[in-house]
């Protein structure tokens, strides 16, 4: 599988037809593939796609958590655009979800995670980032589960919000999601991470534990 870097839209050119989870072909809109430059060294990874993903078919596009993220990259200079873009400039970020598609009704099931697994697991592989940013609890628990050592009972979104958790050849650095932050814990996060960025992070790969 390779990149087409020339598309920051579904870059590694996943089924856009995708037919693994039936019920939610007939919730979806589209279908939010990973979106963003491929050699980004940090990628953020959502639950699911909000209304406005599910509309646009771009990771935190179109709708408020979606521009309160974008207005964080923002800050931190990884986005060039206004925070309302459906198609923001990126660099050196990556976004993308645990599942592709949306059910408006209901959070994703655990057997629907599984299944779009094989599509974040590319995308990880493919990119290789230094920092992974699971933006949500679920999206921690997942991530935290896979790429680290640290059992899933000690991960707490609020209080590992911005800190940063060694994991298998990644860091981690949590983030409440954008909708649930208040204005403080949004501006501690923008800190730490503009903190981080500052270091020579590139050099945790490898690491163990936490």
């Known amino acids: 599988m390779d990149a087409n ?12 037809e995708c037919r693994n989870c039936p019920e939610l072909c007939e919730t979806r809109s589209t279908i939010a593939h990973g979106y963003g430059d491929v050699g980004a060294d940090f990628l953020f990874v959502g639950e699911m796609p909000g209304p406005g993903a ?18 964080i990259l923002r800050r ?11 198609e923001p400039e990126l660099s050196n970020a990556f976004l993308t ?11 994703p099931t655990d057997e629907e995670i599984v299944r779009c697994e094989p599509y974040l697991n590319a995308e ?7 920092i992974l940013v699971p933006v949500g609890e679920r999206a921690l628990e997942e991530i935290g589960a896979e790429y680290t050592t640290t059992p899933v009972d000690d991960l707490d979104v609020v209080e ?5 958790i ?4 990644f860091e981690l ?27 020579d992070y590139r050099q945790t790969k490898g690491r163990r534990g936490r």
Request: glycine content about 8%; aromatic content about 6%.
């Open 5 to 16: 870097q020339e598309e920051l839209s579904n870059p590694f050119g996943m089924d856009e």
């Open 54 to 71: 599910d509309r646009t078919g771009v990771p935190f596009t179109g709708d408020e958590p979606g521009r309160q993220l974008l207005s």
């Open 76 to 86: 931190l200079g990884l986005s060039a655009s206004q925070p309302d873009s459906e």
């Open 97 to 107: 979800y645990l599942t592709r598609c949306r059910e408006p009704d209901r959070a």
């Open 124 to 130: 990880i592989r493919m990119i290789n980032p230094e």
């Open 160 to 164: 590992d919000h911005g800190e940063r």
């Open 166 to 169: 060694r994991g298998r050849g």
């Open 173 to 199: 650095v949590p983030m409440i999601a954008p909708d649930e932050q208040t204005d403080d814990q949004t501006q501690t996060f923008v800190e730490a991470f503009a903190e981080l960025m500052a270091t």
